[in-house]
């Protein structure tokens, strides 16, 4: 199977896509932060995104938050350098947690 790319997505479509079975919502800030505002999901810091990766397996569509953005997009593309993960869909929060906020 050929690799895609992530997919860029808002707040507004998060909300939407994380109903649908089989998705996990992956929150990479640290562990502070997640307990300080989070939406839910799972709090998988960044820094242990490749020893615990496997914990994202069982699922089928991944969608990787942060505060800003940033730290999301470097987690979709580590994750899609790995194999395991090929046949997985990948989206990105596009200006992270605070994308809305005003």
Not at 23 to 48: H, K, M
């Amino acid at each position: 199977m050929t690799r895609t790319a992530y997919t860029d997505i808002s707040l507004n479509e998060l909300e939407t896509l994380r109903q649908q079975p089989g998705t996990a919502v992956v929150d990479v800030r640290d562990v502070w932060e997640y307990d300080e505002f989070n939406l839910g999901g799972i709090n998988l810091p960044l820094s242990d995104i490749r020893a615990r990766r496997h914990e994202l397996l069982p699922y089928q569509t991944l969608i990787m938050v942060c505060t800003n953005g940033t730290r999301s997009r470097i987690a979709a593309k580590d994750l899609r350098r790995q194999p395991e993960f090929d046949s997985k869909t990948i989206y990105h929060l596009q200006g992270g947690l605070i994308e809305d906020v005003t």
